[in-house]
């Protein structure tokens, strides 16, 4: 495994990430999109990844929560890869989605229903290759934990 930046899990640094998270969201609702829809663009890229809200119910609040997530256009299908920077544990998100696979995916002002669900086998592996292809970085936060890195398929519902 690659050594992980210093600070990565401190609380101090989720707490930034959750911040920058809702003020991301709130940014990219305000504008339908048009701001807040792409992130950096990571080494060897020539565009940066888009960015979609995903909105899943929480698993013990049933609250919505919506985070902002790089995701690939798959057909019909949204693919999304549930890394948390390389943490060793999925996140809340994800959990999320396990327990209950029905979310809202926005893409600009579009809002769709979905049914999410875990790849598996040559899927994973397939979906693995295209999501590294447009953001390099998750082949580094894959490196950082041990954990095999989700690769999540929205369907619509």
Not at 11 to 19: A, F, H, V
Not at 43 to 67: E, M, S, W
Not at 115 to 126: C, L, P, V
């Amino acid at each position: 495994m690659k050594k992980k930046p210093e600070g990565l899990d401190r609380p101090s640094t989720r707490t930034i990430i959750k911040i920058m998270s809702r003020a991301n969201t709130r940014l990219y609702r305000a504008t339908g999109g048009r701001l807040g829809k792409t992130w950096r663009i990571g080494a060897g890229l020539r565009q940066a990844p888009p960015i979609c809200l995903l909105t899943t119910t929480g698993r013990k609040t049933g609250q919505q929560r919506t985070v902002p997530l790089v995701y690939l256009a798959d057909g019909a299908n949204i693919v999304l890869v549930a890394s948390q920077g390389g943490r060793p544990e999925n996140p809340m998100w994800y959990l999320n989605v396990v327990a209950n696979p029905a979310v809202e995916i926005e893409i600009g002002r579009n809002r769709r229903a979905y049914k999410a669900r875990a790849a598996t086998g040559a899927e994973y592996d397939e979906l693995w290759q295209k999501m590294v292809g447009i953001y390099r970085d998750f082949d580094t936060y894959q490196s950082w934990t041990e954990r095999e890195i989700p690769v999540v398929v929205c369907e619509p519902a």
